[in-house]
C-alpha cells in the first residue's frame, strides 16, 4: 500500500511587496526584496502547522526529496496581469523553502516548477505556493529525454 503524497499549501503575507521581472530597479533594493520575501518564506514554513511538524520529523534532513511546486498570484486588483512576470518573486519565495529545510536546493534533480498561475483576486495581493511530494517515478515522468529534443520536428496537417 503506498502513503499518499504530502501536500503543503504556504502563503506569503498579503501586501509584502514582489518582484516583478519588468521593473528595474536598483541592485540593493532587488537584494533587499529578496531577502524579505526568503524569510517571510521561512516564516510561513514555521507558521504552518503541518510543515512545522514535517521540519521536526526530518530534522536533520530535509521534509521533501522531489517535489511538484504550483505557483499562485493573487493579485491585489482585477487588472491584467502575467504571473509569470512574477518569476523572481516565486524564485524567492522558493529560495526560502531551501533556506527552511523544506528542500535539498531547488535545481531540476529536485525540483519541478514553479508551474506560475494566476489565482483569485485578495486585498494586498500575496504569492501562495502549493507544494507536493513526488515519488522518484513520478519526478522522472517530468523529465524530456534529450532524444526528444534532438528529434526534427515534423509538420502536423489538418
Same mark, same amino acid.
Given at each position: 500500500?503506498?502513503?499518499? %503524497?504530502?501536500?503543503?499549501?504556504?502563503?506569503?503575507?498579503?501586501?509584502?511587496?514582489?518582484?516583478?521581472?519588468?521593473?528595474?530597479?536598483?541592485? #540593493?533594493?532587488?537584494?533587499?526584496?529578496?531577502?524579505? !520575501?526568503?524569510?517571510?518564506?521561512?516564516?510561513?514554513? /514555521? $507558521?504552518?502547522?503541518?510543515?512545522?511538524? %514535517?521540519?521536526?520529523?526530518?530534522?536533520?534532513?530535509?521534509?521533501?526529496?522531489?517535489?511538484?511546486?504550483? &505557483?499562485?498570484?493573487?493579485?491585489?486588483?482585477?487588472? #491584467?496581469? +502575467?504571473? %509569470?512576470?512574477?518569476?523572481? /518573486?516565486?524564485?524567492? =519565495?522558493?529560495?526560502?523553502?531551501? +533556506?527552511?529545510?523544506?528542500? $535539498?536546493? +531547488?535545481?531540476?534533480?529536485?525540483? !519541478? &516548477?514553479? +508551474?506560475?498561475?494566476?489565482?483569485?483576486? !485578495?486585498?494586498? &495581493? #500575496?504569492?501562495?505556493? !502549493?507544494?507536493?511530494?513526488?515519488?522518484?517515478?513520478?519526478? $522522472?515522468? =517530468? *523529465?524530456? /529525454?534529450?532524444?526528444?529534443?534532438? *528529434?526534427?520536428?515534423?509538420?502536423?496537417?489538418?
Amino acid at each position: 500500500m503506498t502513503t499518499p %503524497a504530502r501536500v503543503f499549501t504556504l502563503a506569503l503575507p498579503p501586501g509584502l511587496k514582489l518582484l516583478n521581472a519588468n521593473q528595474r530597479i536598483h541592485h #540593493r533594493v532587488r537584494a533587499e526584496l529578496t531577502s524579505a !520575501i526568503r524569510g517571510a518564506a521561512q516564516a510561513a514554513c /514555521s $507558521e504552518n502547522e503541518h510543515m512545522r511538524a %514535517a521540519l521536526a520529523a526530518a530534522n536533520p534532513g530535509v521534509v521533501l526529496q522531489k517535489a511538484y511546486i504550483l &505557483g499562485v498570484l493573487n493579485p491585489g486588483s482585477r487588472r #491584467r496581469l +502575467d504571473p %509569470a512576470n512574477f518569476y523572481p /518573486s516565486f524564485k524567492a =519565495f522558493v529560495d526560502g523553502l531551501v +533556506d527552511a529545510g523544506v528542500l $535539498e536546493d +531547488d535545481d531540476h534533480t529536485r525540483v !519541478i &516548477g514553479p +508551474d506560475m498561475r494566476l489565482g483569485p483576486v !485578495i486585498k494586498g &495581493g #500575496r504569492l501562495v505556493l !502549493i507544494v507536493q511530494e513526488l515519488t522518484t517515478e513520478q519526478h $522522472e515522468a =517530468f *523529465q524530456i /529525454s534529450t532524444e526528444q529534443w534532438t *528529434q526534427p520536428l515534423t509538420a502536423v496537417t489538418a
